[in-house]
């Protein structure tokens, strides 16, 4: 029957949700400080709400290569944890936090020699030259402070990553709670000057976020180091860095495609919206305002991409091949019908958020037309979210690559940028075909998944 084959039973979902719930809690408070941290900085006006979104974009490639290379490796971890190996899981733990490491200092040495220049590539468009300069001073020391931000995290999502897909979610969830109370406090007191505080702006968000992500990590280390006897993994995991070697190998040639993935495709993101600011130099704040409204809303299928990539990737390692089909499939359906509930949701908050902002009325309006765009394509971007985890969960890296990144940088950028510079229409219709690019790439999704092509038990011959 055709519910039997989309819909589970409520053993399914209650495998499911035990996955999903604490990581979804734990992004949408996340995402919600995030919402408050977005609305102080844009209390204090246009330039700093839009110099720190141009530093945040930038700062987002990074994010994303410390997630390719964590997920990239944790296809092992799940797979491992699957069948019980506990020197597996640590193999892959010690591997994330060199990877991670190494992609740290090098982003850092990189945002800090060129990001006069990278923040300038967005201050282009329609807009007077003291907003560009104001814009561009507001991102440079934005970004300064953040890097140091980038050290902790590193680690954290080492951590955090091992522990999600080792059936730990709780203790991740706790930890980024305190870490964004931390942060809210935080940005209360250093953006606005209260309790004797100067008043920094946007440097305070930057002061209070690389707190939290101080206190975050310590939480984790510390929880993970005295339970030793529920995660044995970390029992000896940072005496020796020692992968044997044709882990090593393997670890690399599953991850490095990953990491290159989401380096590539948050890069080629960043150029977007890089076209979106040449036509007008007010769709930096109008898209920032809408991807603050979209994290928030989309965080329920975002949650269930990272649940697609535990469970199956569980049930892949057991070589149970039917089951991890069946699961794919049902995973598919109910990601899908997320994103439909809360685009939603979206669609209906359109007019009223953007107000929230102490901005101009042409950056509301322009928002306002965004987040309609995001929230009626929200189900288009949960089916393809679950169809790339599915993917990736049977180590298919190479393949994601191609349906993810180098769709963005084969068809999406170019056509943005031709658009951007060739013709004269609106951010607004510009915004609308590059958003609907994504149905393709669900016929693309969907037809890899239909083969099977995803289903390996990696670890078989580990």
Sequence with gaps: MLKNKYIGDKAFYKTVLAIAVPIMIQNAISNFVGLLDNLMIGRVGTNALSGVAIANQLIFIYYLLVFGAAAGIGIFTAQYHGVGDTDGIRYTFRMKILANTLITIASVLILYIFGDTLISLFLEGEGTASDAAETLSIGRTYMNIMLIGLIPNAWTQSYASTLRETGETKVPMYASFAAVFINLIGNYILIYGHLGFPALGAAG??????????????????????????????????????????????????????????????????????????????AVAAINIQNTLFNLMGVAFLTMGDAVGILVGQILGTGDMDKAKDHARKLTAFTV????????????????????????????????QFIIIAGVLMPVNAYAHATYFIIRAGGRTGITMVFDSCFVWVISVPLAFFLSRYTDLDVTRMLIIIQSLEI????????????GIWARNLIADA
Aim: proline share 4%; charged share 10%; hydrophobic share 45%.
């Design 337 to 368: 019908f997320c994103g439909l509930i809360f685009g939603l949701f979206m669609i209906g908050l359109s007019p009223f958020f953007p107000q929230l902002y102490n901005t101009s009325d042409e950056i509301r309006h322009m928002a306002t």
């Design 440 to 451: 393709i790439k669900c016929f693309i999704g969907g037809i890899m998944v239909k083969k």
């Design 205 to 282: 968000a930057a002061y209070a976020t690389i707190i939290s992500r101080f206190i975050e990590l310590v939480i984790l280390m510390t929880y993970t180091g005295t339970h030793a006897q529920a995660h044995p993994f970390i029992t000896g995991a940072l005496k020796s860095m020692y992968i044997p070697g044709q882990l090593v190998h393997k670890f690399v040639i599953k991850a490095l495609p990953l990491m290159i993935n989401e380096g590539l495709w948050s890069g080629g993101m960043t150029i977007l919206n890089q076209c979106y600011s040449y036509r007008s130099l007010s």
